[in-house]
């Protein structure tokens, strides 16, 4: 298989969240339970008592041993050693009938593939004619009560509302290249002249700029590429009298985000903007990493188009002042900061909400514009992040130990804070996709398709010491469905065929309302909240649709493109390479540089791209011993 080419071609993304969750739930770990691997801890502990410090073991579950308890085990092997019996792996306790994984997974017939496809469009649909028919011009639809939702003008401190609904239509927004996706062009078309017809961002609605920039930017930018694309991936779609407009409400847009990057001491961007006034004098000053450092995509898209250098100027600068506040110990970020004084409120470093897209960007920037120094930092960030985020055994597929688990440490000394990950951690694998590591993508999503077997979706939090969720509610994200996805087209393997109907399956028989799809309030339960996000309609469907649909336009060898954090198609063009100013900040200092990352070389890593090999194509991905591993770890038995 053609790795390389993969690398360059392949679809990429995700949405991430707001920082809400951060703010919202405490992080404080927790005691007194048993460890899923029938481990039975007396007491976690996350710190040696004696001197305060972490331990070195990779294994994340003696990681979480305190020193006392280490002691009295060592004492108890000494205890009648030479006639104890000799210990076999505990590994055994995984083995049995090989063939049970075998044969659920091995195969999928075309047929049901097309079954699938089908039942994906439809899904999509349903929820896209009932928001259009109960719900537009509003932002989102309630699928319970079939009614349009808009802002919650009486409570602005609604943020969980406010940040990302801004009275401009979000969900038609939102879904635009998906109509494409789905070979939908009339409606495509009919959607891009409601859009220009209906929308303005005049409006008394204060968002939050990342929101704003991935749903409603993005989708500008990408339908506006699509429409004028001379290569034409999905046929001839221009609009005869189009004229930019699409171009120009992005533009519009992004100057009105523009006050968020002013009266900031760091250049990091205050989060949140009205459309019409700015931002707020009352304004608070504190951001998540993602928030302010996943907006270069879609702005050094609009710079490159427009030939305005002012977008990519902002936003860059932006990363490089959260890249210049990293650990000098560890190298790692936290997930809170205030702009104004460059403090870290959050000392939490992990992959998931607040955290996740900045590393996305990194990567999706260089293969969008080229920029060396967006994979240098992008390449440090990883090395950091395996280094002190990742426990368990080193190799994914061999050898002995508990299965790779990224976790949630401290920024400053990488000692471990909680024992929860969250639903937006399952992004990870399909970035690893795109870095080449396809051997660690496919362990890691095996441990977030573990949990979903287990709940029917993936809760917002799930503690992996307690084996429960921490957080219950599921509002439909992509995320895991994404990673699938990836891995299916890095792979061909059918068992990310047969995940994806598992995860569509499940929204049909749990998420599905009257008039569309739900959140869902409990993932024991199952009991739901009335609201679809658009989210749903931009990335879930989109990204199952495509599993399914090995013909796409954008499956062939000639397209290549990437997907932006929201989902939205982006092609990979040479235009977007091209700058027509000279280099943005040409003498600042801070910079990352070849000689900061660990061997000083500069290179997609391709060196992992021929792990997965051509004889385990139809074979499990993830070895049954393992695969059993995991789900017990989770509970499943």
Same mark, same amino acid.
């Given at each position: 298989m053609q790795w390389k080419s993969i690398l360059v071609g392949l679809v990429v993304h995700r949405l991430t969240f707001s920082c809400l969750l951060w703010l919202a739930f405490g992080l404080g770990p927790s005691w007194g339970f048993n460890f899923p691997l029938n481990l039975h801890l007396n007491k976690l502990q996350l710190f040696n008592e004696d001197d305060g410090t972490s331990s070195s073991d990779n294994s994340w579950s003696q990681r979480i041993h305190g020193h006392g308890d280490a002691q009295s085990r060592t004492s108890c092997a000494k205890l009648?050693?030479?006639?104890?019996?000799?210990?076999?792996?505990?590994?055994?306790?995984?083995?049995?009938?090989r063939d049970e994984y075998d044969r659920r997974y091995s195969s999928f017939p075309d047929t049901l593939k097309l079954k699938m496809k089908g039942m994906a469009k439809d899904m999509f649909f349903f929820g896209y004619d009932n928001y259009m028919k109960y719900a537009f011009p509003e932002d989102e639809l309630n699928p319970i009560d079939c009614q349009g939702r808009g802002p919650d003008v009486l409570n602005p401190s609604n943020i969980n509302i406010n940040d990302v609904l801004g009275n401009y239509s979000l969900t038609l927004i939102d879904t635009l290249d998906t109509l494409l996706v789905l070979g939908n062009v009339s409606e495509f078309h009919r959607a891009v002249k409601l859009v220009i017809d209906t929308v303005s961002f005049d409006k008394d609605s204060t968002v939050?700029?990342?929101?704003?920039?991935?749903?409603?930017?993005?989708?500008? #930018?990408?339908?506006?590429?699509?429409?004028?694309?001379?290569?034409? !991936?999905?046929? %001839?779609?221009? /609009? =005869? =009298?189009? %004229? &930019?407009? $699409?171009?120009?409400?992005?533009?519009?847009?992004?100057?009105? $985000?523009?006050?968020?990057?002013?009266?900031?001491?760091?250049?990091? *961007?205050?989060?949140?903007? &009205?459309?019409?006034?700015?931002?707020? *004098?009352?304004?608070?000053?504190?951001?998540?990493?993602? +928030?302010?450092?996943?907006?270069?995509?879609?702005?050094?898209?609009?710079?490159?188009? #427009? +030939?305005?250098?002012?977008?990519?100027?902002?936003?860059?600068?932006?990363?490089?002042?959260?890249?210049?506040?990293?650990?000098?110990?560890?190298?790692?970020? +936290?997930?809170?900061? &205030?702009?104004?004084t460059g403090q870290w409120v959050g000392m939490q470093s992990g992959l998931g909400a607040g955290m996740d897209s900045f590393y996305e960007y990194l990567l999706k920037s260089y293969i969008l514009f080229g920029e060396k120094e967006d994979y240098l930092m992008f390449q440090a960030s990883y090395e950091s992040i395996q280094n002190h985020l990742r426990m368990g055994r080193e190799s994914c597929n061999e050898g002995e130990g508990d299965p790779p688990l990224y976790v949630n440490v401290n920024m400053f000394n990488g000692q471990i804070m909680n024992t929860w990950i =969250?639903?937006?951690?399952?992004?990870? !694998?399909? /970035?690893?996709?795109?870095?080449?590591?396809?051997?660690?993508?496919?362990?890691?999503?095996?441990?977030?398709?573990?949990?979903?077997?287990?709940? +029917?979706?993936?809760?917002?939090?799930?503690?992996?010491?307690?084996?429960? !969720?921490?957080?219950?509610?599921?509002?439909?994200r992509p995320e895991l469905v994404e990673s699938t996805y990836l891995l299916y087209q890095a792979t061909k393997n059918p068992f990310y065929?047969?995940?994806?109907? %598992?995860? /569509?399956?499940?929204?049909?028989?749990?998420?599905?309302?009257?008039?569309?799809?739900?959140?869902?309030?409990?993932?024991?339960?199952?009991?739901?909240?009335?609201?679809?996000?658009?989210?749903?309609?931009?990335?879930?469907?989109?990204?199952?649709?495509? $599993?399914? %649909?090995?013909?796409? @336009?954008?499956?062939?060898?000639?397209?290549?493109? #990437?997907?932006?954090?929201?989902?939205?198609?982006? @092609? #990979? =063009?040479?235009?977007?390479?091209e700058k027509q100013w000279n280099d943005l900040f040409p003498c600042e200092e801070g910079v990352v540089t070849d000689q900061e990352t660990s061997n000083g070389s500069f290179s997609i890593n391709n060196s992992n791209c021929d792990r997965v090999s051509e004889e385990r194509r139809y074979s499990l991905p993830l070895k049954s011993v393992y695969m059993r591993q995991i789900d017990h770890m989770v509970g499943l038995f």
């Open positions: 009648g050693e030479e006639n104890s019996p000799k210990k076999s792996s505990y590994l055994s306790l995984f083995e049995g009938d939050q700029v990342f929101e704003a920039n991935i749903r409603i930017l993005g989708s500008l #930018i990408s339908a506006h590429i699509l429409l004028t694309d001379p290569k034409h !991936p999905f046929g %001839d779609v221009g /609009l =005869d =009298d189009y %004229d &930019n407009e $699409l171009l120009h409400l992005a533009h519009d847009l992004a100057v009105r $985000l523009l006050p968020a990057f002013e009266n900031t001491s760091t250049g990091i *961007p205050h989060p949140r903007v &009205n459309l019409k006034s700015g931002v707020s *004098p009352d304004s608070i000053n504190e951001t998540c990493t993602s +928030g302010a450092g996943s907006l270069l995509v879609e702005f050094g898209i609009l710079s490159r188009l #427009i +030939g305005d250098s002012t977008f990519e100027w902002v936003a860059r600068r932006a990363v490089r002042a959260l890249w210049n506040l990293r650990s000098n110990e560890t190298g790692l970020l +936290g997930n809170v900061v &205030n702009i104004q =969250d639903s937006l951690q399952a992004f990870f !694998p399909g /970035l690893l996709v795109l870095n080449g590591d396809v051997e660690e993508a496919i362990c890691m999503h095996a441990f977030y398709y573990a949990i979903w077997k287990r709940f +029917g979706a993936l809760p917002e939090r799930y503690n992996w010491q307690l084996q429960a !969720p921490d957080v219950l509610f599921y509002p439909l065929l047969h995940v994806g109907m %598992d995860i /569509l399956e499940s929204l049909e028989k749990n998420a599905k309302v009257r008039c569309g799809y739900a959140t869902l309030h409990h993932v024991v339960d199952k009991s739901k909240e009335d609201r679809m996000e658009s989210f749903f309609l931009s990335e879930t469907c989109k990204y199952l649709y495509l $599993l399914f %649909d090995d013909d796409n @336009p954008l499956h062939k060898s000639e397209n290549k493109y #990437i997907f932006t954090t929201e989902g939205h198609v982006v @092609p #990979i =063009d040479a235009r977007f390479r």
